[in-house]
């Protein structure tokens, strides 16, 4: 069975600080990882997928990497910001389609 | 565009009683997955719909649960004889493909008192 496990549950920064928050997975015979943000009462907003084949994918300030041999991705905020400050959950996809969620880091960035 | 819309966005039900949630996918996405988050439980999948293929049900936690798709587009999630325990946020997403990125809905807040 398929675990996903974050570190830290939260996380609490100043505003400027580069941070990484990390993912590992129990089984590395993944199709996909993906990073998400939630919002307090919202729903997830996808930020990242990156595929088995793939190393890192980037998007604006954010930077995620995926190591399939040691089951570790991380996804790293550069310049944090106080919009910043959400739950960040980490989800792999597996053989059977459904993600597969760690339980989430949650971020504060303070002004 | 539009992404993906679920009703009700909140639910109180009392003990017993039965429900239905729905999910509107964002248009052609062939793929669909009800997931629920449970407070201290995270996010667990419940059950995932692609095209004509018959539905992976692996998540769902017991027989009062049950969902269904009508002609590719709109889910709905039944709940029967809810318990306490049931009480979460029912999330859906959909996908262009398999494999591809998840689009979440904001959820449904299940309440059952």
């Known amino acids: 069975k398929q675990e996903v496990t974050q570190i830290p549950a939260a996380l609490s920064v100043p505003e400027g600080e580069n941070l990484v928050l990390n993912c590992s997975f129990t089984?590395?015979?993944?199709?996909?990882l993906q990073w998400f943000r939630q919002d307090p009462g919202k729903g997830l907003t996808s930020l990242l997928l990156i595929q088995s084949s793939q190393r890192e994918q980037t998007s604006g300030r954010l930077n995620a990497s995926l190591d399939k041999s040691s089951g570790r991705s991380t996804l790293y905020i550069a310049a944090s910001q106080p919009g910043d400050s959400a739950t960040y959950l980490c989800?792999?996809?597996?053989?059977?389609?459904?993600?597969?969620f760690g339980k989430g880091t949650k971020l504060t960035v303070n002004p | 565009g539009a992404g993906v819309s679920q009703s009700p966005s909140n639910k109180v039900t009392e003990k017993g009683k039965d429900v239905e949630l729905r999910c509107d996918p964002i248009s052609g996405h062939t793929a669909l997955y009800w997931y629920r988050q449970s407070l201290g439980q995270g996010l667990e999948f419940l059950i995932y719909?692609?095209?004509?293929?018959?539905?992976?049900k692996s998540g769902l936690p017991s027989d009062r649960f049950s969902a269904e798709r009508t002609g590719g587009s709109v889910s709905t999630l039944t709940i029967q004889r809810t318990q306490q325990e049931d009480s979460a946020v029912y999330l859906c997403?959909?996908?262009?493909?398999?494999?591809?990125?998840?689009?979440f809905g904001p959820g449904t807040r299940l309440l059952v008192l």
């Open positions: 989800a792999d996809q597996g053989g059977s389609e459904k993600l597969v």
């Open positions: 089984d590395s015979a993944i199709y996909n």
């Open positions: 719909f692609q095209g004509n293929s018959a539905p992976d």
């Open positions: 997403a959909s996908s262009r493909q398999t494999q591809e990125t998840q689009y």
